[in-house]
């Protein structure tokens, strides 16, 4: 793995913040109603691709996860600007402008979506690691999903055959304690959700979802054990979401003492602390950064409002191969 040094850490602090503050533009701008139907914000998760990015092989490693995907795929690499068009439903979206906020994606950039279903994407993992063992590519895929998502019954098909085969893929639960408004509490016996991943022999572990150096160091061992041909690891990533599930979320299944609690452990305050803490920077100049990066939404915010809406022909011509379209009556 790539060492973790100061500068390690000033990228985590840019990168992180550019996308706490991404994510509030968003609900800004759902506010005003220029993005519509669902929107799920990732504030308080930012460790999470920080650590995993850092792990990865940029050059080759996939990514797919659920609908809670904006930040995800910008940390794999996509600009910004056409994610944010996307979400605003315009041409130069990744999707042009027709997949919006729950299907993100780039093949470009090895990032698979933004997927709708709950535990959909987890077979879609497999699938894409299958590949590229079958073509003797050295990828591992990272597949993401929700401590809801490991009630489906699918994970459990899933983690048999990963294991079977030895399939080069690594699972992922952004474990932020609540599916939807249900607690994990309330939805198994078993709380620990790594234990899941134990009944299948597969290596499993809880993590610390706030820190992005543990969560690096945790997904490199797995990453390179995938990578070595060794199979599937499974890793409960405990992390908490400051906002509602989605927009329309009321949450009224949690308290604001519970909430406060967890935003003393907000990743973000807990890096700028320990930068002023290790000198690697003044105060001053991570200020400066803070204001680099509202610019940079800014300017993300500026690209897709000026960008087009798709046409009606963009939508046949994104959605179908065949152009002479028989199956339509028009």
């Known amino acids: 793995m790539k060492e973790i040094t100061e500068k390690t850490y000033l990228k985590w602090f840019r990168d992180m913040s550019f996308w706490r503050k991404f994510e509030d533009k968003c609900r800004s701008l759902y506010l005003k109603r220029k993005i519509r139907g669902f929107l799920h914000l990732y504030n308080g998760q930012e460790a999470i691709p920080a650590g995993l990015t850092h792990a990865m092989d940029m050059s080759q490693d996939n990514m797919i996860t659920a609908y809670r ?52 994407q987890i077979p879609l993992g497999a699938g894409i690691a299958f590949a590229d063992k079958y073509f003797r590519r050295k990828s591992v895929t990272i597949t993401i999903m929700g401590d809801g998502a490991v009630r489906q019954g699918v994970l459990h098909e899933t983690f048999n055959m990963a294991m079977i085969w030895k ?52 997904a490199f061992n797995a990453i390179e054990r995938a990578r070595n041909g060794n199979g599937a690891t499974f890793l409960d990533i ?36 320990l930068i002023i803490k290790k000198k690697w920077e003044t105060v001053e100049n991570l200020n400066i950064i803070e204001n680099e990066v509202r610019e940079k939404v800014d300017s993300c915010v500026e690209f897709a409002e000026k960008s087009d809406y798709p046409s009606l022909q963009d939508m046949y011509d994104v959605v179908y191969d065949e152009k002479s379209y028989p199956f339509l009556d028009f």
């Open 69 to 120: 995907c904006h930040i995800l795929p910008i940390s794999m690499g996509v600009d910004p600007r056409i994610i944010m068009a996307e979400l605003l439903g315009k041409k130069t979206g990744t999707s042009n402008g027709i997949g919006g906020s729950m299907h993100i994606f780039s093949k470009k950039y090895r990032f698979y979506g933004g997927h709708g279903i709950v535990g959909g």
């Open 167 to 218: 399939l080069p893929v690594v699972f992922i639960c952004e474990n932020n304690k609540y599916a939807m408004g249900t607690s994990v509490k309330r939805s198994a016996n078993v709380e620990e959700i790594y234990k899941i991943g134990l009944n299948y022999g597969m290596p499993s572990y809880p993590i610390d979802g706030m820190n992005p150096e543990k969560i690096a160091k945790s």
């Open 238 to 273: 405990k992390t908490y979401r400051y906002r509602g599930h989605s927009m329309s979320d009321s949450e009224s299944y949690r308290s604001k003492e519970e909430i406060n609690f967890f935003k003393k452990k907000d990743p973000i305050l807990s890096l700028k602390n």
